[in-house]
């Protein structure tokens, strides 16, 4: 079994960067990061293959966030420009069992406890 480790979060002004981190115990597969806002129900927010070669971002981030990873450090990272009040949430990365990215949870087997991103205007 997998388990996922965020950290790097917290609270930031309109307009900055964060950078999000996820560990990996565990083989390594296809990932991804959802987030929840409250009130709502947790989104996806970015996934990438197990190569990294591919990545899918969702329309709300596209051009602000940037997915990658390292697999030797068995990391993946999120990183977060230009940040708009309507990204807080709590961040969540994802593991799949298989090296192909996908958009949906119900396709992710393993799931990290979350980070608290905070974007203040």
């Known amino acids: 079994q997998v388990q996922l480790v965020e950290s790097g979060g917290g609270l930031v002004q309109a307009g900055g960067s964060l950078r999000l981190s996820c560990v990996v115990s565990?083989?390594?597969?296809?990932m991804g990061w959802f987030r929840q806002a409250p009130g709502k129900e947790r989104e996806f927010v970015a996934t990438?293959?197990?190569?990294?070669?591919?990545?899918v971002y969702a329309d709300s981030v596209k051009g602000r966030f940037i997915i990658s990873r390292d697999n030797v450090k068995k990391t993946l990272y999120l990183q977060m420009n230009r940040l708009k009040p309507e990204d807080t949430a709590v961040y969540y990365c994802?593991?799949?069992?298989?090296?192909?990215?996908?958009?949906?949870?119900?396709?992710?087997?393993?799931w990290g406890r979350g980070t608290q991103v905070t974007v203040s205007s």
């Open positions: 990438i293959s197990w190569s990294g070669g591919s990545t």
């Open positions: 565990g083989d390594t597969f296809a």
């Open positions: 994802a593991a799949r069992n298989t090296v192909v990215e996908a958009t949906t949870q119900r396709e992710y087997r393993d």
